[in-house]
């Protein structure tokens, strides 16, 4: 896959990141926690995510502009600190986990800046 149909799958999986990320963040705020196994899927789907990007950034920076690559990384960034959020918190219990909801808002907002700067960067090609 080389170009838009690669730019294409990379923005979906990070916007269903982001959606994901939101849905874990109000249920994290509603309950005072999380359970392990949510915690661990959610972390493991936004690391994957980011290795997959990685190997992928080669042939992306082939074809993005610099400010679009740029936006890019500062997505993925947003991801891999959302992940790392993601691995805190297990102090009191074995089976729920209480990470710190404030972290992983200021990832989620991040990711929803550089995802707003990618499609407007491609909204501003498109016309």
Do not use: W
């Not at 269903?16 to 789907?45: C, F, P």
Request: charged fraction near 25%; charge should be neutral.
């Amino acid at each position: 896959m080389t170009g838009e149909p690669l730019k294409r799958d990379l923005l979906k999986k990070m916007i269903i990141a982001k959606i994901d990320v939101a849905a874990y963040l109000a249920l994290r705020k509603a309950k005072g926690y999380m359970s392990v196994s949510e915690t661990e899927h959610l972390r493991d789907n936004l690391f994957d995510l980011s290795n997959e990007y990685r190997e992928k950034t080669l042939r992306l920076t082939a074809y993005l502009s610099v400010q679009e690559m740029e936006s890019m990384n500062q997505g993925i960034n947003a991801v891999c600190s959302a992940a790392v959020c993601l691995m805190t918190g297990r102090h009191d219990c074995p089976q729920y986990i209480a990470i710190d909801a404030d972290k992983l808002e200021g990832c989620l907002m991040q990711l929803s800046r550089s995802l707003k700067d990618i499609m407007g960067h491609q909204l501003a090609v498109e016309t």
